[in-house]
T-cell receptor
Framework: DTGVSQDPRHKITKRGQNVTFRCDPI?????LYWYRQTLGQGPEFLTY????????KSRLLSDRFSAERPKGSFSTLEIQRTEQGDSAMYLC???????????FGPGTRLTVL | AQTVTQSQPEMSVQEAETVTLSCTYD???????LFWYKQPPSRQMILVIR??????QNATENRFSVNFQKAAKSFSLKISDSQLGDAAMYFC????????????????FGKGTLLTVNP
């Protein structure tokens, strides 16, 4: 069990560019979550997958954001036409029954210039 | 919608002393889970302790224990014998236990309490 991993750990981009982040959950976990954390705030829920199905999306997830989990294993979060307001830490977590306790990855810190 | 409030933005404690971090929440549900997570500087979020609302007994994990007051919707974290490694941001989080669609799995977090441990 290697824990949840995220790549890259840091991303600096210019406004208007597209970025993609990857999350690899704990191998036996069938549920995967994305959260966004801005400075001085707690994480906010973005979206959730059960296996490959995206079962919920927050209203925070504008149409510039898209997430996939094509084979029910790793997931990607893409942000198109980035804005300065997208600058944040993007956290991934995974869980499995019966407890569904969520275990978090180290996060990807996005800076939009 | 559920909300979680942590009224102490910052707390400090002397090494080896005890500190209590406060958390209140608002929900109309009767069945849910509560969590405390720790986020050290530039490091990932770690689960500290978990409490099921249907259990009256307060959860304990080594030096960490909670005081769960369901009627008051209060969930405080007590850290005993504080250590330098306990310095971190602590987040209280809520999760519904109601199984309908996907929304029950998301965590709702408070804004966090920054704990400083003084040697």
């Amino acid at each position: 069990d290697t824990g949840v991993s995220q790549d890259p750990r840091h991303k600096i981009t210019k406004r208007g560019q597209n970025v993609t982040f990857r999350c690899d959950p704990i191998s036996e976990h069938n549920r995967l979550y994305w959260y966004r954390q801005t400075l001085g705030q707690g994480p906010e829920f973005l979206t959730y997958f059960q296996n490959e199905a995206q079962l919920e999306k927050s209203r925070l997830l504008s149409d510039r954001f898209s997430a996939e989990r094509p084979k029910g294993s790793f997931s990607t979060l893409e942000i198109q036409r980035t804005e300065q307001g997208d600058s944040a830490m993007y956290l991934c977590a995974s869980s499995s029954p019966p407890t569904d306790t969520q275990y978090f990855g180290p996060g990807t810190r996005l800076t939009v210039l | 919608a559920q909300t979680v409030t942590q009224s102490q933005p910052e707390m400090s404690v002397q090494e080896a002393e005890t500190v209590t971090l406060s958390c209140t929440y608002d929900t109309s549900e009767s069945d849910y889970y509560l969590f405390w997570y720790k986020q050290p500087p530039s490091r990932q979020m770690i689960l500290v302790i978990r409490q099921e609302a249907y259990k009256q007994q307060n959860a304990t994990e080594n030096r960490f224990s909670v005081n769960f007051q369901k009627a008051a919707k209060s969930f405080s974290l007590k850290i005993s014998d504080s250590q330098l490694g306990d310095a971190a941001m602590y987040f209280c989080a809520y999760r519904s236990a109601r199984y309908s669609g996907g929304s029950n799995y998301k965590l709702t977090f408070g804004k966090g309490t920054l704990l400083t441990v003084n040697p």
